[in-house]
T-cell receptor, first 110, second 112 residues
């Protein structure tokens, strides 16, 4: 089976802009979670989607949003980017109990 | 407050020795706990899962223990090799939810 894919891999944006990241889970996986990883805060949970519905949400502002399509692919959107949004954004699809992570999208906000 | 702590930010050990990493949690009721490995520039990779009613799990050179009384999990790598150098993350899945809470990780370096 192909692994989790994320596009783009690298992104540079300017403060105030918005960005959309994409994630394709492992075939057959219906759960997709998004995480933000920074050196200071570690891996922080953003939200989880299951069968097109948001099932869990972390403690992030409303500027961070997501959605999932009927084919389980997911997108994450960040509006009004701030410098502090610079991070590695990881998505993961869930098997029986474990999560399979993609390579991440490195977002730099200048 | 709810948190997961991995007691060492970095750990250096000599090749061939056993590396022991610690994960402590407070104020959670875990369904199970997992350990992941992350290499620089890559996403975490699942290694082992241990349930709340299990004391120990093994996989090749890896061993995980789980003590719900102490609220602690220990992760051991025996006969460590330089290729084991990576960041290791523990993740707790809260009982009754599908929510994963990750620790900040321990950066392990195995010296040849």
């Amino acid at each position: 089976k192909a692994g989790v894919t994320q596009t783009p891999r690298y992104l540079i944006k300017t403060r105030g802009q918005q960005v959309t990241l994409s994630c394709s889970p492992i075939s057959g996986h219906r759960s997709v979670s998004w995480y933000q990883q920074t050196p200071g805060q570690g891996l922080q949970f953003l939200f989880e989607y299951f069968s097109e519905t948001q099932r869990n949400k972390g403690n992030f502002p409303g500027r961070f949003s997501g959605r999932q399509f009927s084919n389980s692919r997911s997108e994450m959107n960040v509006s009004t980017l701030e410098l502090g949004d610079s991070a590695l954004y990881l998505c993961a699809s869930r098997g029986s109990y474990e999560q399979y992570f993609g390579p991440g999208t490195r977002l730099t906000v200048t | 407050s709810q948190k997961i702590e991995q007691n060492s930010e970095a750990l250096n050990i000599q090749e061939g020795k056993t590396a022991t990493l610690t994960c402590n949690y407070t104020n959670y009721s875990p369904a199970y706990l997992q350990w992941y490995r992350q290499d620089p520039g890559r996403g975490p990779v699942f290694l082992l899962l241990i349930r709340e009613n299990e004391k120990e799990k093994r996989k090749e050179r890896l061993k995980v223990t789980f003590d719900t009384t102490l609220k602690q999990s220990l992760f051991h790598i025996t006969a460590s090799q330089p290729a084991d150098s990576a960041t290791y993350l523990c993740a707790l899945v809260v009982s009754g939810t599908y929510k994963y809470i990750f620790g900040t990780g321990t950066r392990l370096k195995v010296l040849a």
